[in-house]
């Protein structure tokens, strides 16, 4: 297997679960955790007023994750990307590029109306160059 274990991220709590999942098994493997954030549109959301208001792109989950699980583990090294487009493209992608071997990511949408709307997850295992493992987010 290759060095590389790649996770999506977006921001939702679902995701932060596969996220930390991904960096156990990045730290039981000795490999690196790559964390990856796609958008469509790069709307930024302002927060605070005034002077003091903050922009936050939606580009910045997968830093924002990533910095958080390096300051967890130390241990692990941990590297991040921004891509354009849809969540599973962009992490076939990023899994292609890094010639990752396994992508992990959370079991999302898997359930109930979203198996027939479709799921990252779904797309993910189909279209995967690689293993692809995915985590339980559920908290039932």
Request: glycine share 10%.
């Given at each position: ?45 302002t ?49 292609m ?26 797309s ?6 690689c ?10």
């Open positions: 297997m290759s060095g590389e274990v790649v996770v999506g991220v977006d921001g939702s709590a679902s995701a932060r679960k596969a996220a930390e999942v991904a960096l156990g098994l990045a730290e039981k493997l000795g490999a690196t955790l790559h964390v990856v954030t796609a958008f469509e549109t790069e709307k930024p959301e927060f605070g007023v005034g002077s003091d208001q903050v922009k936050v792109f939606s580009a910045d989950s997968a830093e924002n994750v990533a910095k958080s699980l390096a300051a967890s583990r130390p241990g692990v090294r941990i590297t991040h990307f921004a891509a354009r487009g849809k969540p599973a493209d962009a992490l076939i992608k990023e899994a590029r890094l010639d990752a071997g396994l992508i992990v990511v959370g079991n999302r949408r898997m359930r109930g109306i979203g198996r027939l709307l479709g799921s990252v997850a779904n993910v295992a189909h279209n995967a160059p293993d692809v493992y995915i985590a339980n987010t559920y908290e039932d």
